[in-house]
């Protein structure tokens, strides 16, 4: 079990190097394309990794911020539609946190916004896409550590860049039931619709 999941942190972590290289070498393709800078980026760049690694580790220092940003957007936009949803239906014109059941409206819209993202969005899919066999073929990687990192791996990570916005959201709601349903609804739904299409098919 142990080396499974070793397995699967190790080729999340090359995946996203080998995404990262060929983003790089696309950018600096094109950059090299105009006219008044092309010139002045040497051949030699796309051999150069120090400097991929370096964009790909700036990528990555700047991505976790972000994610957890878009996890407190996302639950909040929720949260703001379920207010509004509310006033119309009540017919209030005030915008405010303190309308019964706007907690729990909010919540529920959300777990129903992540299944059908993970239904329909491609969360999982029993056909690997071409860029993730060109990655499977370069690094001589297994399919079974593919399926496993995409069904458990992934909705893992998603659950924990929600923990801070899960945390915040009880506060303001003084309902901790929130956390552990809200930190398990990614990888459940995850799961469930992974089954469900490979039922399916």
Request: charged share 15%.
């Amino acid at each position: 079990m142990k080396k499974q999941i070793k397995d699967m942190l190790t080729y999340t972590w090359y995946q996203q190097q080998f995404r990262a290289y060929k983003s790089a070498n696309s950018l600096l393709y094109y950059l090299r394309k105009i006219p008044l800078v092309g010139h002045k980026i040497p051949v030699n760049i796309f051999k150069r990794y120090g400097f991929k690694s370096f964009l790909f580790y700036f990528n990555i220092i700047l991505s976790i911020p972000t994610r957890f940003f878009a996890k407190f957007f996302w639950l909040a936009l929720h949260v703001g539609i379920a207010i509004l949803f509310l006033n119309l239906f009540r017919g209030e014109p005030q915008f405010t946190l303190e309308q019964e059941g706007r907690w729990t409206m909010g919540f529920v819209s959300w777990c129903y916004c992540i299944g059908i993202a993970n239904r329909f969005l491609g969360s999982f899919d029993p056909f690997i896409s071409q860029p993730d066999r060109e990655f499977m073929t370069h690094f001589g990687l297994s399919r079974t550590t593919y399926f496993y990192s995409r069904i458990f791996l992934e909705p893992v990570l998603t659950s924990i860049y929600y923990l801070p916005a899960l945390v915040t959201f009880c506060l303001l709601s003084g309902q901790w039931i929130f956390l552990p349903l809200g930190f398990l609804t990614p990888m459940a739904l995850s799961f469930s619709g992974s089954l469900s299409t490979v039922v399916g098919r």
